[in-house]
T-cell receptor, first 112, second 112 residues
């Protein structure tokens, strides 16, 4: 059974600082997704990582995938308050229907 | 462009009452469709998925059921709600394997 673990689960940052969220998964997969969820809202797709060594960047967020280590990272550069949200990683199992297993989520709060 | 609609946005139901949540997708054909539940704002649990009309697979045994009467319509139902059915229900679609799942705005269900 595929298990996905994120850490930390809670992250309080000051504006302008850098930090990394980690996503570990237990079985082989070549597809990993990062989502953002604002309080009371739905999930917004941030990144799709499809191969080993994939790196994607959007603004102050950068995601990478190491399939050999079964690890993805979401790096936050010079955090701003607007980045406050819950971030989920989700890993696709080896099925045709694209089942995703989600991590627990990381609640990020950026303080002035 | 593709859009996903989910309704109602909020629902308060008494224990033992029936449930029907609806999700429709526009702008694509034969999508994979999913129902998730998110409890206490953390962690998404896949409930059902469908790869085509009338094809439903259940991930978690429960008193909920799903149906797909049309290509782009996915319905989540229950004959008798339990207190434990409270949560945030999200419908999602994907066009193909390897593509991200796109989520609806969700239905917040409270059972009294």
């Amino acid at each position: 059974e595929l298990k996905v673990e994120q850490n930390p689960l809670f992250l309080s940052m000051q504006e302008g600082k850098n930090y990394t969220i980690y996503c570990n998964y237990s079985t082989t997969s070549d597809r990993l997704y990062w989502y953002r969820q604002d309080p009371g809202k739905s999930l917004e797709s941030l990144f799709v990582l499809l191969s080993n060594g994939a790196v994607k960047q959007e603004g102050r967020l950068m995601a990478s995938l190491d399939t050999k280590a079964r690890l993805s990272t979401l790096h936050i550069t010079a955090a701003v308050h607007d980045l406050s949200a819950t971030y989920f990683c989700a890993v696709a199992g080896g099925t045709s229907y694209g089942k995703l297993t989600f991590g627990q989520g990381t609640i990020l709060t950026v303080h002035p | 462009s593709q859009t996903i609609h989910q309704w109602p946005a909020t629902l308060v139901q008494p224990v033992g009452s029936p449930l029907s949540l609806e999700c429709t997708v526009e702008g694509t054909s034969n999508p994979n469709l999913y129902w998730y539940r998110q409890a206490a704002g953390r962690g998404l649990q896949l409930l059902f998925y469908s790869v085509g009309i009338g094809q439903i697979s259940s991930e978690v045994p429960q008193n909920l059921s799903a149906s797909r009467p049309q290509d782009r319509q996915f319905i989540l139902s229950s004959k008798k709600l339990l207190l434990s059915d409270s949560g945030f229900y999200l419908c999602a679609w994907s066009v193909a394997r390897g593509q991200p799942q796109h989520f609806g705005d969700g239905t917040r269900l409270s059972i009294l």
